[in-house]
Nanobody, 126 residues
């Protein structure tokens, strides 16, 4: 099974940028579709960005479309989330998550994701 570890969170001002990274180990990361999922205080988990096994399919929540970019490097077993023009409402714990998938498969259903990192806090102040 794949193990996931996030890094790169922090506290920033509105309008700033931040880049999150996810390091995968234990199993070929290329076998897994992956996503960045966040949980804001008092809210349900939200899938903000999705990427297929080799990155040919990428999808974004409306709340981050045009500001966030998801990418992956299977040779390095890593995934990233470039977050631009951050807003206070982006404040949340961000999780890297994955599920074993067929080529091109992605999912916006949080329950599909069987493997999770420990999360990294992103705080955006106005």
């Amino acid at each position: 099974q794949v193990q996931l570890v996030e890094s790169g969170g922090g506290s920033v001002q509105a309008g700033d940028s931040l880049r999150l990274s996810c390091a995968a180990s234990g199993s070929p990361f290329s076998d897994y579709a992956a996503a960045w999922i966040r949980r804001a205080p008092g809210k349900e988990r939200e899938v903000v960005a999705i990427i297929s096994r080799v990155g040919t399919v990428r999808q974004y929540a409306d709340s981050v479309k045009g500001r966030f970019i998801i990418s992956r490097d299977n040779a390095q077993n890593t995934m990233s989330l470039q977050m631009n023009r951050l807003k206070p409402e982006d404040t949340a714990v961000y999780y890297c998550a994955a599920f074993y998938a067929i080529t091109g498969e992605v999912s916006g259903d949080v329950s599909r994701y069987r493997h999770w990192g420990q999360g990294t806090q992103v705080t955006v102040s106005s």
